[in-house]
Antibody, heavy 124, light 107 residues
Framework: EVQLVESGGGLVQPGGSLRLSCAASGFTFSDHYMDWVRQAPGKGLEWVARTRNRARSYTTEYAASVKGRFTISRDDSRNSLYLQMNSLKTEDTAVYFC???????????????WGQGTTVTVSS | DIQMTQSPSSLSASVGDRVTITCRASQGIGNHLAWFQQKPGKAPKSLIYAASSLQSGVPSQFSGSGSGTDFTLTISSLQPEDFATYYCQHYNEYPLTFGGGTKVEIK
């Protein structure tokens, strides 16, 4: 069974740091791009970051709202995805989902499998 | 950035109704458009990719159409389990962006 399980969420003060993890199973993790997507309380979905696979040199992309503060990374040997979040702001409060990227022959990647999410609360 | 505008933001419908949700991109995105379903407290679920291709296991009452800037998600006969919020997303370039969502409620 294809599965993504996030962990690492919690309560952190503004300006603090947190590291999220996503454990993947049931598929060849190293083949896939991987994403982080977040959802603030009562709001819609916001894409946060993407890491490409080894074939694409693990290059990364970020939303403007997190660029310079968040770092996406992966460890293919552990089938794991990470999000290092620094200089956290109250507006970063959200459920953070990891998602598997997939393409369908044209090289453009969307997401097809999602984890259940982990909650990050930034508050003093 | 490409803006994705969904309409309506919410709708009320009955079991068996045909429901159509529209999504408009602020610039052309070819067919690089996906649809997701989300139920309260749950992760999004992928329904459609490439504007009109059904993900494996998604019931056939769901269909998608469109290209360029205008897209639709149609539920041909609404089932009880279809009451949820639906999001479109473009993946044509970075940043990837989602529409604001359409909440489908029971009439």
């Amino acid at each position: 069974e294809v599965q993504l399980v996030e962990s690492g969420g919690g309560l952190v003060q503004p300006g603090g740091s947190l590291r999220l993890s996503c454990a993947a199973s049931g598929f060849t993790f190293s083949d896939h791009y991987m994403d982080w997507v977040r959802q603030a309380p009562g709001k819609g979905l916001e894409w946060v970051a993407r890491t490409r696979n080894r074939a694409r040199s693990y290059t990364t992309e970020y939303a403007a709202s997190v660029k310079g503060r968040f770092t996406i990374s992966r460890d293919d040997s552990r089938n794991s995805l990470y999000l290092q979040m620094n200089s956290l702001k109250t507006e970063d409060t959200a459920v953070y989902f990891c998602a598997r990227g997939s393409h369908y022959g044209d090289g453009y990647h969307t997401m097809d499998v999602w984890g259940q999410g982990t909650t990050v609360t930034v508050s003093s | 950035d490409i803006q994705m505008t969904q309409s309506p933001s919410s709708l009320s419908a009955s079991v068996g109704d045909r429901v159509t949700i529209t999504c408009r991109a602020s610039q052309g995105i070819g067919n690089h458009l996906a649809w997701f379903q989300q139920k309260p407290g749950k992760a999004p679920k992928s329904l459609i990719y490439a504007a009109s291709s059904l993900q494996s296991g998604v019931p056939s009452q769901f269909s998608g159409s469109g290209s360029g800037t205008d897209f639709t998600l149609t539920i041909s006969s609404l089932q009880p389990e279809d009451f949820a919020t639906y999001y479109c997303q473009h993946y044509n370039e970075y940043p990837l962006t989602f529409g604001g969502g359409t909440k489908v409620e029971i009439k």
